[in-house]
């Protein structure tokens, strides 16, 4: 596991919560390499002979130049061809699906139509039961002569030909079956061509990603004027109102929808999340301090959304693991279950976690990102 990601971020300021995607090592770009522009903290990079792969932000190769193209990063996404065949890799060079495909395009909500030898299918982007007590990212199998993403009566439809028959399936209902599948992430979808474009945030910037996706997911919106503030404080209040909205698009119900009326703004999210569960009624005093890291944790991990995630790292390494969190302090086990279900990653290659400190809205879009899509999830351990 390389670290130059985490020194990077902590050099920039960053907590590492937002700040582990772990990339495989840097190396230096060979002489004659062609940096292109960054998108989301990565720029694409051609070789001497030709072949792409992608540099970080000192020009280093952390993502090997093997590729015949590449696209930019976008929601944390690449498409890359590998000879002839079509992929998709995530920002630390792993893929998420696997370069087989002759023809591949996101239709929406992390879905692609894809070309396998001469016939058509649609593919998930993160795998979901497959009914048999395994897994599978074929969401429609590959039996089809042709299949279109398009308009049809004014509503996004898939239309798939076999045979000269075609289905015509309107998204509102594919939707609907992702949920039945058990696709995860299915009530937090990809939206094509939703991202933002803040003054105050750079392609270059190494929280780009998380503001992408933050803002594509419904998440989190800018704070005015086209700014997203990126390095402004979170206050107890913001951390309940993204907690009751997470509450809320997991559980299905339309609080997120609900107006405020005369009531103070926090008030319906303060009042959803002691409903909910998530905090208890007199916990918090002041809804208008920063928030601290710990208390992020906190909140976050009493929603449905975390308690349904599966964990992807040991739980007892963690614990050992995290060196300034012990058993028996403030929100110990909610720190903990976040770290096991690769959604914190520390402040540093030991795994600090610094839990009296506060937290910005750049570091926050990272927290629920990664809450929100499965793809994003981190892998603490090696073993």
């Not at 072949?51 to 932000?57: D, S, Y």
């Not at 630390?92 to 370069?99: F, H, K, N, R, T």
């Not at 916990?283 to 995630?309: D, G, H």
């Not at 790292?313 to 300034?324: C, G, I, Q, R, T």
Request: charged fraction near 20%; glycine fraction near 8%; charge should be neutral.
């Amino acid at each position: 596991m390389a670290l130059f990601w985490k020194q990077l971020f902590r050099t920039a300021g960053a907590l590492a919560i937002l700040g582990a995607l772990l990339c495989p090592l840097a190396l230096a770009a060979p002489e004659g390499t062609i940096i292109w522009g960054y998108q989301e903290g990565l720029a694409k990079a051609q070789s001497p002979d030709g072949k792409f792969g992608f540099a970080n932000l000192k020009r280093e190769i952390v993502i090997p130049m093997q590729y015949t193209s590449v696209l930019d990063f976008s929601l944390g996404l690449s498409q890359v061809q590998l000879g002839s065949r079509l992929g998709v890799i995530r920002q630390d060079g792993a893929y998420l699906i696997q370069p087989e495909y002759g023809s591949l395009y996101h239709m929406d909500a992390g879905l692609y139509i894809a070309q396998k030898g001469t016939k058509w299918g649609v593919l998930s982007l993160v795998p979901f039961p497959d009914g048999n007590g395994g897994s599978t990212q074929v969401f429609y199998d590959f039996i089809y002569d042709s299949a279109e993403f398009t308009k049809v009566g004014g509503m996004d439809t898939l239309v798939l030909t076999k045979d000269g028959q075609k289905t015509v399936v309107p998204f509102y209902q594919i939707s609907q079956l992702m949920l039945e599948r058990q696709v995860p992430s299915a009530r937090f979808p990809l939206s094509r061509g939703v991202l933002p474009d803040f003054d105050d945030v750079s392609p270059r910037d190494w929280f780009d990603v998380w503001v992408d996706l933050a803002y594509n997911l419904g998440l989190m919106s800018g704070t005015g004027d086209n700014y997203f503030s990126p390095r402004r404080t979170m206050t107890v209040a913001e951390a309940l109102q993204l907690a009751a909205g997470m509450e809320s698009r997991q559980n299905g119900d339309n609080f997120h929808t609900q107006p405020n009326h005369d009531r103070v703004w926090y008030q319906p999210a303060v009042d959803y999340c002691i409903a909910s569960g998530i905090i208890r009624s007199g916990e918090f005093s002041n809804y208008n301090r920063p928030v601290t890291r710990a208390e992020m944790a906190r909140i976050f991990a009493a929603t449905s959304l975390a308690k349904s995630l599966p964990n992807r790292n040991d739980l007892a390494k963690v614990k050992a693991s995290v060196p300034d969190v012990k058993a028996g302090d403030y929100a110990a086990d909610a720190i903990y279950s976040l770290y096991a279900k690769g959604i914190l990653a520390g402040t540093d290659s030991s795994y600090t976690f610094r839990p009296k400190a506060t937290i910005t809205r750049a570091e926050t879009a990272g927290i629920v990102s990664r809450l929100a899509r499965a793809e994003q999830r981190l892998t603490l351990f090696s073993s």
